[in-house]
């Protein structure tokens, strides 16, 4: 898992989340030891793990050494569909450049119920759970000629 100072306490909350539900987490705050190479250290974890959780707080958008910690994580297979970079959004700041480009687990407002069931879905690689009074609607194309625009099912 990836994050900032400021995002320290959301990044044990997933983490903790993660590991109730039986998945094993690798965290540098609870992880790294005095006299670790720490770029060695990311870099081994990050080749080893199957996915990588960016937790992106403000601190996180501000950072320079964060575009190394999910860069790392960023890979080929990325092309080929798999998801080895998730990315937790704990901010209501924009994600700028690449890391915008993944669609986030947005936990910006959600209750910790919320949060974690939209976090273990998200590694499941399930759309997430609508959440009470939502409503979904499904966008069609109208055939022929016409105006164009959305019919709700």
């Known amino acids: 898992m ?5 995002g320290l306490g ?12 039986g998945h094993r987490v690798t965290l540098g705050a609870w992880d790294v030891v005095p006299g670790t ?10 080749q080893r793990a199957r996915r990588t959780i960016a937790v992106v707080s403000d601190g996180y958008l501000d950072s320079s050494a964060a575009s190394a910690e999910w860069g790392s994580a960023w890979s080929p297979r990325v092309m080929d569909g798999e998801r080895r970079l998730l990315v937790a959004r704990v901010t209501d700041r924009s994600i700028p450049g690449l890391l915008g480009q993944l669609v986030p687990i947005d936990l910006v407002g959600r209750s910790p119920l919320a949060a974690r069931a ?15 009074g939502a409503r979904s ?3 069609h194309r109208r055939s022929g000629g016409g105006r164009g625009g959305a019919e709700s099912p």
């Not at 990836?2 to 400021?6: K, M, N, P, Q």
């Not at 959301?10 to 109730?20: F, H, Q, T, V, Y």
């Open 2 to 6: 990836s994050c900032a100072a400021d």
């Open 10 to 21: 959301w990044a044990e909350r997933i983490a903790g989340a993660l590991e109730s539900a």
């Open 37 to 46: 190479h720490r770029v060695s250290w990311l870099d081994g974890v990050t």
């Open 118 to 132: 939209l976090l273990l879905a998200a590694v499941r690689g399930e759309a997430g759970p609508v959440e009470a």
């Open 137 to 139: 609607y499904a966008v």
